[in-house]
C-alpha cells in the first residue's frame, strides 16, 4: 500500500469518525461511546490483517493486527455479550499476542524465534485460564506445556542434524565405466 493510499484511508476515516462525534454532540445521533470505541481496535485490527493478507512482504503488520483486533473483541464481547469479570478473562492479554507471533510465524519466513515466542506466551495463557478455572490443573498443565514445547524444539534441531548429516554424506556421482 503506498504513502498516499494509506493517507487517504487513514483521512478518511477520521473524517467519519470526526463526523460521528460532531453528530452526537449536536445531538442528531446518540450512542454510548462505551459500546463503539472497542470497535477502534477492531478495525484497524482488520485492516492490517487485510494489507498483510494481500501483500505477504507486509507479514509483519500481523502482530499488530492481532493484538488490536484480539483485544478489541475481547472488549466488544465483554461489553455487549456480558463474557464475564475482566479478572477472569485477564489471560487473554497473553494469548493475544502469543496467537500474533504464531501468525507472523505461518505468514512470515518462518523465523523460530516467533514459534518459540508464540507458543510460549499461548501455552502459558492456556495454563493461567486453566489456574482461574481449577488451580488444582494448574502444575499439570503447565508441566505437560513445557514438555511439548521441549519435545518440539528437541524434534526440530534432530531434523536439522539428520539434514546435515545427509548432506554430508551424500554419494557421490562418480561412475565407472
Given at each position: ?15 467519519l469518525?470526526?463526523i ?10 446518540t ?10 481496535l477492531?478495525?484497524?485490527?482488520l485492516?492490517?490483517?487485510g494489507?498483510?493478507?494481500m ?5 509483519r503488520?500481523?502482530?499488530p ?14 461489553y455487549?455479550?456480558h ?8 489471560p ?31 501455552v ?14 494448574f ?22 542434524l ?16
Amino acid at each position: 500500500m503506498t504513502d498516499s493510499i494509506r493517507r487517504m484511508v487513514m483521512g478518511s476515516l477520521l473524517i467519519l469518525l470526526g463526523i460521528a462525534f460532531l453528530l452526537k454532540n449536536v445531538g442528531i445521533i446518540t450512542f454510548e461511546f462505551r459500546g463503539v470505541w472497542p470497535w477502534l481496535l477492531v478495525i484497524p485490527g482488520l485492516i492490517f490483517w487485510g494489507v498483510a493478507v494481500m501483500n505477504r512482504a507486509h507479514y509483519r503488520l500481523v502482530l499488530p493486527g492481532t493484538i488490536l483486533l484480539g483485544y478489541g473483541l475481547l472488549f466488544l464481547g465483554a461489553y455487549s455479550f456480558h463474557l464475564g469479570e475482566m479478572h477472569t478473562l485477564w489471560p487473554v492479554f497473553i494469548l493475544v499476542p502469543g496467537l500474533g507471533f504464531l501468525a507472523v510465524y505461518f505468514l512470515g519466513p518462518r523465523e523460530s524465534s516467533h514459534l518459540r515466542t508464540g507458543s510460549f506466551l499461548t501455552v502459558l495463557a492456556i495454563a493461567f485460564f486453566v489456574l482461574e478455572a481449577n488451580p488444582d490443573l494448574f502444575w499439570p498443565v503447565l508441566l505437560i506445556g513445557i514438555g511439548v514445547l521441549m519435545l518440539v524444539h528437541g524434534l526440530r534441531e534432530r531434523r536439522q542434524l539428520n539434514a546435515r548429516t545427509e548432506s554430508t554424506t551424500e554419494p557421490s556421482d562418480t561412475t565407472e565405466s
